[in-house]
DNA sequence: AATCTACATGGTAACGTTACCATAATATCA
DNA sequence: TGATATTATGGTAACGTTACCATGTAGATT
């Protein structure tokens, strides 16, 4: 494989000539230019970015750690990181732990050694050990979607509590008062979070007894739940127990919820409503009726970015002054999308 | 951050005996081992991989390049690629190409200069020019699911050929005569060789006029396929032109089909049969009832990879002498299972 | 004529690691 | 007892690039 000595001895200059008409950096004439740029056509020259990064201390490597590829609504997020990075000349690693610390760590020791330049990290739980060793190797960090407890750290999120709150309010505004929420695993933040909004909006209402189901933010959790939400009910022989409204907190889980409920000869909404956060997967539903609070994926990957990217500059202005710069929190807003899920609950036949 | 140089010092030993230690390769006493892995804890040291790469002519990094991630299908694939890459030490960088040769070109460069020990690709076209790139930097590939026309190479694929004559057999089985296939792009080995199966399974049936649509692996193009081929039957104002049987020729162009003729109020199978390739995500169907051609993606995966490790090793082993090994096709079957999307075709009502 | 600036090119060293070769002590064998 | 492995450690150079500094020319400015 050719290398700019190569190219640099072919073109008739020294390498660091080569290397400045390579990369237009600093100055060179029109001849050399052509010199070299036909030696390296001539070759078949590629950079070497290994001793190029070596070299210049960056990789242009951007990482983005999240918990499942498989949900749309982290491959739009992806996509907005992508857009963001390549527009700013970086590239990105994708990585999927998922959910699984383990993975989480295996991947930011790689990364690490790979030395990107910096790290955007959807924590798969609230283990700040993992954030301390980002730290120790003094690699930019921002993270997405979930707060962790007992860490300050750039930060870009929706509203989970202010969207849960909407969408329980709405459910409450069209007459249910049995209303259950199908959530995801406690300590992670924005499944937390609309636990919260959930339960302020139902104690507002005056509604003593909240209906709280935690499970993962996965099809079969979501399944779960539903059957369990739909068997509580039927254990205590009383239909009228039985929910009249599910809230499942991702698009996961309302699949889930769905498939349980066809299974369970449960018509939505006829015999029961269903709202959800997140939208389902354009590929889900031959026809979407699911009223869904739908947070801004793409524009949560591209902030992120963004903030990631000035951090960079930041560390790498003021490599010297150690000035302790405050951490960044931004809130995008959730909206809600008003479609058939959704019905006044039934007259409990008992 | 700490260097190799920072744990010997403070281990009291050379570089090349703390990189030693690191690696498990070559001696050390059990002493000077503690020594070492104690002055990397102390240190937070983390080996740089840029570094290590450089002198060691090797990445342990192979490259996917395919053209949609977002497709369960690939997932899938993904999952064997990465699950073979990892038990052997490798890690792998994901590429989506969206079907774009522009794109893909970019991602080979950047994979290039990055060094990769090897690349797996699914061509988005059959341009020959960016294999003979990938041949000259000397770079391992193996092909994955599509041939190249005037391409020798390693490859793994599905009968595609064979899978699309059993599905159709199928149908014609269930009296089918009026059978279209809404397939993908022309020019892409899998989508052309699934015409070609279909196209057997007619002609044999003594069936003169195939069906053929030609578009995307997407589902807006089976949607609009499906579009086309209602209304071509309209447009010649005879119902009974209509094709009773639908064959999508993969799982996005079902979907796309699927959603086209519920807005057409064509119930299935009832009104008409449909059969797919691929089977559909999970998350798609409440409930399955497709019935489809399955093709092993995971075990494609593995096998691709695997092929393409050897290779490795074969380069590697081999370095000095050239002697031309000829290329492997590995040729994975493709399995029927039928649900109930087909149904003997209605008596056209005129 | 002296000074300055923009342009053009090159030399040397360093990034952090390991390949390769060398040395030496101890253990094993015939 | 000498020869031969086996174990243990280190020195030097090289992987391919660019940062940093130095040099020189030509034209512009005082």
Known sequence: MATIRDVAKLAGVAPITASRVINTSGYASEEVRQRVRQAVEQLGYVPNSLARSLRSHQTLMLALILTDVTNPFWTTV????????????????????????????????????????????VPARSHAQSIRFIRQQNVPLVLLDRRLLGIDADIVRCDSEGGAYQLTRLL????????????????????DDRVAGYCRAILEAGIPQPLIYRGEFTISSGYQMTCAALGAAAGSGRAVNAPSALFASNNFIAIGALKALHDSGVAVPDALSLAAFDDLPAATMIEPFLTVAVQPAYEMGRQATQLLLTRLNDAASAANTSVHRSFQEIILPVAIIERRSIRPPQIPVV
Chains 1, 2 share one sequence.
Do not use: W
């Open 172 to 191: 409450l505004g069209r007459g249910h008062r049995r209303i259950a929420i199908l959530s995801g695993p406690p300590g992670v933040s924005s499944a």
């Open 78 to 121: 992806a996509r907005g990181v992508e857009d963001a990075a390549s527009q700013a000349g970086f590239n990105v690693i994708f990585c999927n732990t998922d959910e699984a610390q383990e993975k989480q760590d295996r991947y930011l020791e790689m990364l690490i050694q790979k030395r990107v330049d910096g790290i955007l990290l």
